[in-house]
């Protein structure tokens, strides 16, 4: 079981930055690909930005590309994800998500945070 408990949602303006963070529990953190989703109002959850495991590399949406920056700490079990340039449409639910393979998929989600651009 795995448990993710986001922080560092809230409200600013248009061009200004957020740091998102998830700490997660369980003694595997450094062997999880790590995610960001988002999710709007009206909208389906899309995906924001990933951090492999295996050789650090990281994915990232083309909406978000060259603005936003996920990076772990092994060491506290927490992965964060640096919003830069904030745009309006970026205002959404940020979801921390990881899964884990025992005899199948486990998935895991957290809580959420809100985060609001104003325009």
């Known amino acids: 079981q795995v448990q993710l408990v986001e922080s560092g949602g809230g409200l600013v303006q248009a061009g200004g930055s957020l740091r998102l963070s998830c700490a997660a529990s369980?003694?595997?953190?450094?062997?999880?690909?790590m995610y960001w989703y988002r999710q709007a109002p009206g909208k389906e959850r899309e995906f924001v930005a990933q951090?492999?495991?295996?050789?650090?590399?990281?994915t990232y949406a083309d909406s978000v590309k060259g603005r936003f920056t996920i990076s772990r700490d092994n060491a506290k079990n927490t992965v964060y994800l640096q919003m830069n340039s904030l745009k309006p449409e970026d205002t959404a639910i940020y979801y921390c998500?990881?899964?884990?393979?025992?005899?199948?998929?486990?998935?895991?989600w957290g809580q959420g945070t809100q985060v609001t651009v104003s325009s």
């Open positions: 951090s492999r495991w295996s050789g650090g590399s990281t």
């Open positions: 998500h990881t899964r884990e393979y025992r005899s199948r998929w486990y998935e895991y």
């Open positions: 369980g003694r595997a953190f450094s062997r999880y690909d």
